[in-house]
């Protein structure tokens, strides 16, 4: 069922209909709810077009177009294509986080580094979302070690100095911006 609805609305997307996209995305978010709920979907099934990088690249096209809820329930399907995937692991909880489901989130990204410990993203992840767990301190830490797997990233930088602030290491949060502006041009919102 969910392979069909994730079908039926890339076609949507392709022939570019909003009715037959609605109608898609309607088909998807029941796939993604009956796939919370246990049921299972065929990963023996070929997939050519729809294998977990697709999906993964998908889901982030709509959170870059600020749904995240399409997204989160597109990264479900490609959790039960490939439930070892830390780069979909990240995104999920990524996705989760921007839905306000931090508890899930945060479950999502530990198992993200469990299964990647060296993707950056997930570590980056953890931070924004131990950040709104209000734990500045595991906050500080994961961004620290996104800063450490990937040191020429100004925006890790960044939300390591952000999180310094939230803790009042005020001495510290003035290096880590003026680091990161100089890495990426990223800005400090401080």
Request: hydrophobic share 50%.
């Amino acid at each position: 069922m969910a392979d069909q609805a994730v079908a039926r609305y890339l076609q949507a997307l392709a022939a570019g209909s909003a009715q037959h996209e609605l109608t898609a995305l309607l088909a998807l978010a029941s796939a993604a709810q009956q796939a919370a709920g246990g049921v299972a979907v065929d990963a023996r099934e070929p997939w050519p077009p729809l294998e977990p990088d697709r999906l993964t690249a998908l889901a982030g096209r709509h959170r870059e177009q600020g749904l995240p809820g399409l997204a989160e329930a597109v990264l479900a399907v490609a959790l039960q294509r490939a439930p070892g995937s830390g780069q979909a692991r990240a995104n999920h909880a990524l996705a989760l986080h921007e839905l306000g489901r931090h508890a899930e989130a945060l479950v999502q990204a530990e198992q993200s580094i469990a299964l990647a410990p060296a993707l950056a993203a997930a570590w980056f992840n953890l931070g924004l979302i131990r950040a709104a767990l209000h734990d500045e301190a595991g906050a500080a830490q994961a961004h620290a070690q996104a800063q450490a797997l990937a040191p020429q990233s100004g925006m890790h930088h960044l939300q390591a100095g952000l999180a310094l602030q939230r803790q009042g290491r005020l001495l510290e949060v003035q290096g880590a911006f003026r680091y990161a502006m100089t890495l990426d041009g990223a800005t400090p919102e401080a």
